[in-house]
């Protein structure tokens, strides 16, 4: 571990960090913000796999990207290093997984792992390739345009069925609703002055009122679900996680439910969505992988297309770090940190390390067909007690998007350089939002492009556009 050669700075007698820059606090956090791929590849080149940095609102943060000192971030007791500061917590409400620790995250984890066990997520195959089929067939033929706002519509109907249980008016509700909620909801994080309410037009006051109507639409959701004989036979996560709870007359929570299927929705909406479009990016630009998966999806083998999203996943993690709030002294392998420290794994950097993944830069489909990706080296989901809850959801509902768009279309590969990193206040996406130029399989060469109803749909995701560059 190179980190072992930096000189530690002391703190107290028995405390020890890790080096790092002496640069200002506020200068470390715009550098952060605003450029961290670079920044954070520069500092381990600078001080190794593990160094201190100084940061704004949090202090003193320890980060770490060498797979020995990720296992003991992942295998801490609950007790000693906490997650539940996490500042999306405060917004989503008390009763998300974000804002608990100890007995009480564990105990709200029990109850949504079954729901989320990866063989039951099979169930959903069907309802995934639905959607999938649905939005595609406003997919433009035969010229560029950006995949990542119509993955966006897949994985958002998907969550809305899969998890919500959702139909009808109340999909169609929430469906309006929580694309304009959540982007709102996406700049309050770190921007908490503006979540207090300064009158009708203000962001806080939006905010509250979108939160409200939410709320209406989900406790009528909840109260429909308790009402209906068949719960037992329904297969969405609301329904798995009310049936046993019915049955033991437990008191039901409807506003701690509400926040918990809101933070599953915004953990699990953009990210897939983001990883679509990288998958896209990165297939259209490895045209020898795609052939071999488009081959593969004539099929029932997905050997290759399995390892494909592994492979992009470690490539292209649209979550680059995650962090523990130090409760109790804590000895990260020759360092011992204090109470009040923040500890940071940096899966970009771990993903990127030569060392760990041989020829790291390369993007190599087959890397994971016979080979399992190692546990603390291969952290796309986080790893130990926080580890993601919906990982299984979100690789099969890349495995289906991905089969369906194999088989649904030809993609053209092109030799333009591959986009760049963009961060979309939750996730890192493709800068262009993964361009891709498709033809129909049906369709027979030379026929007409896109009809003017898909000509009307923009291609070129604006958003995605004007926060290109933000990081590299
Ligand atoms: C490609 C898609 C996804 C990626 C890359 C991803 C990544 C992550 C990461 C890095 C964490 C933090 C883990 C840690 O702190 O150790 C996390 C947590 C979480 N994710 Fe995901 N996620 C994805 C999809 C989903 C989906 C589909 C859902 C649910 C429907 C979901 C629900 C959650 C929840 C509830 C947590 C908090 C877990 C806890 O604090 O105990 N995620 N995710």
Known sequence: MSAAASPARMTTEDFRLPNGPRTRRHLNGLLFLFARRWTTARLQRRYGDAYTLDLPVVGRTVIVSHPDLVKAVYTAPPTVLHGGKNPLGSLLGPGSLFSMDEERHLEERRKLLPPFHGERMRSYDALIEEEALREMRTWPQRREFATIA?????????????????????L??????????????????????LRRDFGRFSPGHRYREMRRRYDEIVRALIDQRLADPQLGERIDVLALM????????????????????????????ETTASSLAWTVERLSRHPSVLRRLEHEAEGDSSALRTATILEVLRVRPVIDLTGRA????????????????????????????????????????????????????????????????????????????????????????TDVPGERWSFRGVAFAPAKGGVAVVRRR???????????????RCPVDHDALTTAGAAR
Request: glycine content about 8%; aromatic content about 8%; proline content about 6%.
């Open 150 to 170: 119509s993955f966006q519509r897949i994985t958002l109907r998907v969550i809305l069925r899969a998890v919500f249980g959702a139909e009808g008016a109340e």
């Open 242 to 269: 009310l049936a046993p709870l019915r049955e033991s007359f437990e008191r039901i929570d409807h506003d701690e439910l509400a926040d918990e299927l809101l933070t599953l929705l915004v953990a699990g909406h």
């Open 326 to 413: 130090v409760m109790q002294p804590f000895q990260l392998g020759e360092w011992r940190l204090p109470p009040g420290v923040r500890v940071i794994t940096h899966i970009g950097t771990v993903h990127a390390d030569d060392r760990f993944h041989p020829e790291a830069s390369r993007f190599d489909g087959d890397r994971y067909v016979e080979t399992k990706p190692a546990t603390y080296a291969w952290i796309p989901f986080g790893g130990g007690m926080r580890r993601c809850i919906g990982a299984a959801f979100a690789q099969l509902e890349m495995d289906v998007v991905i089969r369906t768009v194999l088989r649904q279309f030809e993609l053209q590969p």
């Open 442 to 456: 049906d369709e027979p060469l030379g026929a007409e492009a896109a009809t003017p109803a898909e000509a009307a």
């Open 172 to 193: 169609t509700d929430l469906e309006e609703l929580l694309p304009r909620m959540t982007a709102l909801g996406q700049r309050l994080v770190t921007a908490t002055i």
